[in-house]
């Protein structure tokens, strides 16, 4: 089991740890992936380094990430909310390893330096990016930690090939990390019930997706960033992951409830 967290407003860590640690005690097999971004957002604006969040030509958002903000992004993902779980965990007696993907080459891909992007209806050209895209994950070491009672915390960045720190997306790292552990389920879990028909209307919840139905629901439901999971669940999928779930992290057991399908459940056919 892969479990994705987010980094969105609202999640609550107290609710996913508590559900984690029963989980673990009962020898669940499990790895728990996490993001930051709404901490990140309020640290770059505190270090006066605000957040540039552009849409590429192919219209999808994502965060400009010059050298500066890899640094704030380091702080805020391997810092305060990678050690914030991993201390959550160690009080409920689970005993947690929180790393990012650049060590141990966890999560490695190729760099993207430059970032076509359209801003105010302009295509441009920006440079000096650290983003780019995981393609290979060091199962080793993930299985090395599980085999020996350790749940692994993972967070991005992750190791581009030639070793530099990349910001990577959280959820597609995750749903490349469940193809590669031929996990049974992927669970992203957000503030958000599940993926919703119109994002204003939490009554919305869209049940059930086939994978032939993802390309229509990344192109005319999700928004934002919900483009993202749509992608990655739609990666996992073909990988060979048995399922993928888009549950609720604001919720008491979030875990187990989406488990049991509350939720958005995806599945081949
Ligand atoms: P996280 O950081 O938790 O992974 P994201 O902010 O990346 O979460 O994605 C979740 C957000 O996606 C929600 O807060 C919601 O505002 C937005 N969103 C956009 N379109 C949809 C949709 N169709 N259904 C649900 N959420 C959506």
Same mark, same amino acid.
């Given at each position: ?41 309020? =640290? ?25 903000? +890899? ?8 810092? /305060?909310? !990678? ?35 359209? #801003? ?20 080793? +070491? ?5 085999? !020996?009672?350790?749940?692994?915390? +993972? ?11 990349? *910001? ?18 992927? +669970?992203?879990?957000? *503030? ?7 994002? #204003? ?13 993802? #390309? ?10 919900? /483009? ?30 989406? =488990? ?6 995806? #599945?081949?056919?």
């Amino acid at each position: 089991l892969i479990i994705k967290v987010g980094g969105a407003a609202g999640i609550d860590y107290d609710f996913l740890c508590e559900d984690i640690a029963t989980l673990w005690q009962e020898n669940k097999s499990l790895v728990l992936v996490h993001g930051g971004s709404s901490f990140t957002d309020e =640290l770059s604006r505190k270090l006066d380094h605000p957040p540039r969040f552009v849409t590429s030509v192919s219209g999808i958002q994502s965060r400009f990430t010059d050298r500066e903000t +890899l640094e704030i992004f380091e702080m805020a993902y391997c810092g /305060k909310m !990678n050690k914030g779980i991993v201390e959550r965990l160690q009080r409920l007696e689970v005993n947690a390893v929180g790393l990012s993907g650049l060590d141990g080459r966890i999560w490695e891909g190729p760099r993207k330096t430059t970032l076509k992007i359209v #801003e105010n209806g302009k295509r441009k050209v920006l440079r000096g990016d650290h983003t780019g895209r995981v393609e290979r994950v060091n199962i080793n +070491l993930i299985e090395m930690l599980l085999e !020996n009672g350790y749940l692994p915390v +993972l967070t991005p960045p992750a190791a581009s090939f030639d070793g530099e720190a990349i *910001n990577v997306d959280g959820d597609r790292a995750a749903a490349v990390l469940g193809a590669a552990l031929k996990a049974d389920t992927v +669970l992203f879990l957000s *503030n958000v019930p599940g993926l919703l028909k119109d994002v #204003e209307d939490e009554k919305s919840l869209i049940k059930k997706l086939c994978l032939k139905d993802l #390309e229509s629901a990344k192109n005319d439901i999700a928004r934002g960033r919900m /483009k993202k999971k749509v992608m990655g669940a739609g990666e996992a999928i073909e990988a060979g992951v048995g399922r993928c779930i888009f549950g609720d992290a604001r919720i008491p057991q979030p875990v187990r409830s989406a =488990l049991e399908g509350r939720g958005t459940v995806i #599945e081949r056919g």
